[in-house]
């Protein structure tokens, strides 16, 4: 069972892996574009975190919910982990079945599957094969 603490772990391991190569920074350049950054957020229920994408390409993580995220994820820690495991295909079915659901700028989220979510899923194998 993947858990809350599983889940801070992740983003604490993004946050050091986007800071620490120039070619995740250029990425987050490109995303922000002409904007003084981009916030994404994750409620989990018992715990919320947010991303937030900032200008120079650096990326912090901040805890609780942000008030002006672009996209809000409200989900529970398994449904993202199948996510990350699985793709879009099963947030299809995840959202049809009300265990995910996206409030916000859907188009961040699918930009954000360009900036970090590859390194999610790194996360997501190494837990799944602990």
């Given at each position: 069972?993947?858990?809350i603490q599983d889940m801070e772990n992740m983003f604490k391991d993004v946050v ?115």
């Amino acid at each position: 069972m993947v858990t809350i603490q599983d889940m801070e772990n992740m983003f604490k391991d993004v946050v050091e892996q986007m800071n620490s190569k120039e070619r995740f920074k250029k990425r987050v350049r490109k995303w922000i574009g002409t904007y003084y950054g981009k916030i994404i957020g994750w409620n989990f229920g018992e715990k919320s975190f947010h991303l937030i994408f900032m200008k120079d390409g650096t990326t912090k993580l901040g805890y609780g919910e942000y008030p002006a995220s672009e996209t809000i994820i409200l989900t529970d820690p398994e449904t993202w982990f199948n996510f990350l495991l699985k793709g879009f295909e099963y947030t299809k079915k995840a959202m049809a079945e009300g265990k995910i659901w996206i409030r916000g700028n859907f188009h961040e989220l699918i930009a954000l599957n360009n900036v970090c979510i590859p390194i999610m899923q790194k996360f997501a194998m190494k837990l799944k094969n602990q």
